[in-house]
Nanobody, 125 residues
Framework: QVQLAESGGGLVQAGGSLRLSCTAS????????MGWFRQTPGKEREFVAA????????KYQESVKGRFTVSRDNAKNTVFLQMNSLKPEDTAVYYC??????????????????WGQGTQVTVSS
């Protein structure tokens, strides 16, 4: 079965950086769009970033543009989210997810078929 495992979350001061990783198994990883989402208590799950199957195209939520970078290593079945210049409002549980297409960078979480368990990111002021 498809399994996704996020890692790299933690506590960081505002202005700092974290690098999240998500390793997948049970699917042909290089065939699919991968996305990152985040969620805080009392809010809906929010799109953060997505990347096409080959890594050529990316898409970002407006508030993270210029600060976050999504990338992937298909040989290692892993997608990354490099987060720089972190702000307290970035605090959330971050999830990776699979979208079963190669090129369309969807932002709605309901279009993603498989999800990891999430990793907590906390940014202190």
């Amino acid at each position: 079965q498809v399994q996704l495992a996020e890692s790299g979350g933690g506590l960081v001061q505002a202005g700092g950086s974290l690098r999240l990783s998500c390793t997948a198994s049970g699917l042909t990883f290089g065939y699919y769009v991968m996305g990152w989402f985040r969620q805080t208590p009392g809010k809906e799950r929010e799109f953060v970033a997505a990347i096409t199957s080959s890594g050529i195209l990316t898409k970002y939520q407006e508030s993270v543009k210029g600060r976050f970078t999504v990338s992937r290593d298909n040989a290692k079945n892993t997608v990354f989210l490099q987060m720089n210049s972190l702000k307290p409002e970035d605090t959330a549980v971050y999830y990776c997810a699979v979208n079963e297409n190669r090129y369309v960078l969807r932002t709605d979480p309901t279009s993603y078929a498989y999800w990891g368990q999430g990793t907590q990111v906390t940014v202190s002021s």
